[in-house]
């Protein structure tokens, strides 16, 4: 099968069993987030990493990601999948923008690398273009209501899901470089494991988190 065919099916099916997890009801949600995490650290125990410390922190920073993602439907103290939605949505607009911008303006201007150690396909253009779309998400959800934030807070909201859903990218390309692998794993055909794919995720969620928490502080202080 053609890899661009073997990616588009796995990513259709992908995004269908997330979208079900978020919207169908409070229980499928927990057994997705729940077979997530089995799987990730399924991925990340099986891969040999030497250091005892680098492993420590490794199963610190994937919980910490998988307890903001699921405090992120608790925001209002009743479960609903929206805030995780909007999250990924948000993801998924840096993803697309940065690949779009950064495979075409990109090479066309010849941009400079973003951390070509790292991750060298990555260019400063594609991180502006990931930026813009990540950004015109959200605002196009607060608009539409989808994301119950007023603009300028979606802007905000958005620069933070794109800077540390980057800077998640880049920890793992940095950890998977150093031990040596191209892939977490290979659960979803042609895009890896799951920790290949919720690497942006993990470090957005818990920035949104923290953006809804000190945000709820400052209305409430204004309230």
Same mark, same amino acid.
């Given at each position: ?89 948000? !993801? ?25 150690? !790292? ?61 040596? !692998? ?35 502080? !400052? ?5």
């Amino acid at each position: 099968m053609n890899i661009f065919v073997k990616r588009t099916i796995s990513g259709a099916v992908f995004v269908a069993i997330m979208l079900a997890g978020m919207l169908i009801n409070q229980w499928l949600f927990g057994i997705l987030l729940t077979l997530i995490a089995v799987g990730m650290f399924y991925e990340y125990l099986r891969i040999p990493e030497k250091s005892r410390t680098h492993r420590i922190v490794g199963i610190i920073y994937i919980l910490l990601g998988l307890v903001a993602l699921n405090a992120l439907a608790f925001l209002k103290g009743t479960w609903s999948g929206i805030p995780v939605l909007c999250v990924l949505i948000m !993801i998924w607009g840096t993803d697309v923008g940065g690949y779009c911008i950064g495979s075409t303006i990109g090479k066309k201007i010849n941009s400079r690398k973003l951390a070509p150690e !790292i991750s060298p396909n990555k260019t400063w253009a594609g991180f502006w273009g990931g930026l813009v779309c990540c950004v015109a998400a959200a605002v196009i959800m607060s608009i539409t209501g989808l994301l119950e934030l007023p603009i300028i807070a979606a802007i905000v909201l958005g620069i933070m899901v794109h800077f540390f859903g980057v800077t998640g990218d880049l920890i793992e390309s940095m950890w998977k470089r150093r031990v040596g !692998i191209k892939d977490s794993g290979t659960i979803i055909p042609g895009h890896g494991g799951l920790l290949d794919r919720f690497d942006s995720t993990l470090l957005a969620s818990y920035a949104a988190w923290t953006f809804y928490m000190v945000y709820g502080l !400052i209305t409430e202080g204004f309230a």
